[in-house]
């Protein structure tokens, strides 16, 4: 894993930055091998030190690191620190305040913005990180197996997704889901049924669903799921850290037909993508295809969202966060890197009747997406 902080290394010497201040317990994480509370401090060169918060024992043996020392306050930083004036830090999550103390902390450094730097590099995933992945999307398939033993009707989306939940956890399903962008959230997932699902939210993705109450205004509510109407089950698992990102449809009884072409559409633009999910595809070359198959079934309005309620993207990445890079997006102009993971989440929303998609996960291969979620990409009747 010391391969990480060689990376790292380069891609400082190579933008002229002599140092780097890790600050995001995810990414202390992924350069250190421990989510204790502590500051990562890597020069362009030489030797990398953890400096701990708490808890120090933990983190002395968990981090494969050399140089694991307890910090009890911050103004110890120059000392590590030393001799360098540029200095690179991950402004997408750090907080304005914390920033400001640094300046005055250090008011001899300059500052320099290496989130982009550090969550190209994540994305990026080892033959280690790859395992833990399947592992989790393993456990993931196994509890949407599950969904017939206990969706029946009467029973009520909070009812179910608890359900869902706590199969899950028993698997092994670590429960915490990691977003990097400032103001989301999200549980373990969401079920929702019918004109819930196309519920208006804040999260920023094509389903939010109707919620409990207006401070959580996403995911199930404690209406009872009706009969022929999609119930979307929408489940992130986490594996040692690791997330993959998976949505089925399950109906009881039968659907519209509006719904059942739009699924078709949603496994047409999944299909195509997946074949094009190869080192050097351009993130929004592969969005406007997605656009062009679901304007040719007359659907542009309810692809990703209802109207003004869309989504601009249709893939995003998955890892030790579930918005990582890179991003299926409008515009964006990022060329697929190998051993990439993505969730493809092509869905369409009626505000009538509901939601139909399907989301799974996958790698970037030469040959194409290599499918991680390993279930039939069908609509489950019961």
Known sequence: MMDRIQILQQNLQSNEIDGALIVSA???????GTRQNALLWVPASGDPYLLVKKSFSRAFQESFLANVEPLKSLKELQKYIGQAKKIGLTLDVLPAQTYFYYQKLLPECIFQDISTLVREQRSIKSSAELEIMRKSASILCQVFKEVPDFLRPGVREIDLAAEFEYRARKAGHEGLIRLRAFNQELH???????????????????????GLSAPYPQGPSRDVVQLNVPIVFDFVCVYEGY????????????????????????????????????????SGQLFDQACSIAEKYGL??????????????VGHGVGLELDELPVIALGVKNALLANQTIALEPKFIFPELGVVGIENTY????????????LDDVIFYL
């Open 26 to 32: 995810i990414d202390v994480y992924y350069y250190s």
């Open 188 to 210: 373990s997932g969401h079920v929702l049924a019918g004109k819930n699902a196309a519920f208006p939210s804040f999260f920023d993705g094509p389903v939010g669903g109707k």
């Open 243 to 282: 997330m993959v990102d998976m949505t089925r449809i399950f109906c009881l009884g039968d659907l519209d037909n509006k719904l059942k072409q739009a699924f078709n559409a949603a496994l047409e633009i999944q299909n195509t993508l997946v074949q094009n999910l190869k080192p050097g595809a351009v």
């Open 300 to 313: 542009q309005d309810n692809f990703m969202g209802y109207k003004e309620e869309q989504a601009r993207f």
């Open 363 to 374: 790698l970037v291969t030469e040959q194409g997406g290599e499918k991680l979620t390993a």
